[in-house]
C-alpha cells in the first residue's frame, strides 16, 4: 500500500508561483518503479492531467500549462515536486498526486494510488 501526502497549496495571487510537494510513504521500491504525477480538478469540472514523471525522469506537461509548470523527482526522499509559474486564476483547483498510472495519465498500469488533495487559489 502506497500513502501519498501533498502540500505547498495555498492562496497565491496571479503571476505568483508555487511548489507542491507529494510525498509518498509505503513502498520505497514501488516508487523507485512507477510514475508519479499531478492532477488537477476544478470545481464543476473532471480531473485532469498537469503533469507526469516516470521513474527514470522523462516527464509529460498538458499543453494547457506547458511553459509554466516542471515537475521533478527525489527518488532518495520518494517525493515529487510540481513547481508552477505565472499562475492565473483559470489555475485554481484542487491538486492531486498520483502514484502508478503512466505519465500520460493511462491507469491501466495495476496501480492507481491518490493522494487527498491540496487546494490552490489564484486571486487578487
Known amino acids: 500500500q502506497v500513502q501519498l501526502v501533498e502540500s505547498g497549496g495555498g492562496l497565491v495571487q496571479p503571476g505568483g508561483s508555487l511548489r507542491l510537494s507529494c510525498a509518498a510513504s509505503?513502498?520505497?521500491?514501488?516508487?523507485?518503479?512507477?510514475?508519479m504525477g499531478w492532477y488537477r480538478q476544478a470545481p464543476g469540472m473532471q480531473r485532469e492531467l498537469v503533469a507526469g514523471?516516470?521513474?527514470?525522469?522523462?516527464?509529460n506537461v498538458a499543453d494547457s500549462v506547458k511553459g509554466r509548470v516542471t515537475i521533478t523527482r527525489d527518488n532518495a526522499k520518494n517525493t515529487v515536486y510540481l513547481k508552477m509559474n505565472r499562475l492565473n486564476p483559470e489555475d485554481t483547483a484542487v491538486y492531486y498526486c498520483?502514484?502508478?498510472?503512466?505519465?500520460?495519465?493511462?491507469?491501466?498500469?495495476?496501480?492507481?494510488?491518490w493522494g487527498q488533495g491540496t487546494q490552490v487559489t489564484v486571486s487578487s
Open positions: 514523471i516516470a521513474s527514470g525522469g522523462t516527464t
Open positions: 498520483n502514484a502508478g498510472r503512466s505519465i500520460f495519465g493511462d491507469p491501466s498500469r495495476g496501480h492507481d494510488y
Open positions: 509505503g513502498s520505497d521500491i514501488f516508487f523507485s518503479i512507477y510514475a
